[in-house]
């Protein structure tokens, strides 16, 4: 079972790849629909598995209190720029200004979390005391992925 670092990197590396294929599409094609919603289910999935496993262990350190609100509130931003282009038309130019703001964005926050607050936490947290949250975050990304849709509408309820 990987740890939670390296199921975390593993997603990463998979949003990156994502991130460069919609960059490569054109309009409302094809390839970038199934490219988007693909990023757009593992990413928002990530980010609640991620919150709810990782940042709940980070927020128990007090070093950690202040990483995990910075990137709560930095998945919030790159969230509220998901549900705009989810909702724009993606064959104009305005959907690839906001998509360029997103991958800058979230880009980021990737390298910020693998290079800073990951290197912090193995300095803070020991290795036993996160063991299996690696698993942990994959069972809860899975469970949330079925809930995406869920909170979609309930947010847009609110």
């Known amino acids: 079972m990987p740890s939670i670092y390296d199921a975390i990197k593993d997603d990463h590396d ?20 199934e490219a988007w919603d693909s990023f757009y289910h593992d990413v928002k999935s990530h980010a609640a598995a991620e919150e709810e496993t990782f940042y709940s262990k980070l927020i128990s350190k007090t070093w950690g209190q202040d990483a995990a609100r910075h990137s709560v509130h930095e998945h919030q931003q790159l969230d509220d720029i998901m549900e705009e282009l989810h909702e724009m038309d993606m064959s104009s130019s305005g959907w690839l200004t906001r998509f360029k703001t997103l991958k800058h964005d979230y880009e980021h926050h ?4 693998e290079k800073d607050v990951f290197k912090r936490a193995q300095e803070v947290i020991d290795a036993s005391e996160i063991e299996g949250y690696g698993a942990r975050f994959e069972a809860r990304k899975k469970e949330e992925r079925g809930l995406i849709d869920k909170k979609r509408k309930d947010s847009l309820e609110d």
Do not use: N, P, V, W
């Not at 998979?14 to 629909?33: F, M, V, Y």
């Not at 990737?110 to 979390?113: A, F, I, K, L, Q």
């Open 14 to 33: 998979k949003h990156r790849k994502l991130l460069d294929q919609i960059a490569e599409t054109s309009g409302d094609s094809k390839e970038r629909r």
């Open 110 to 113: 990737m390298e910020e979390e």
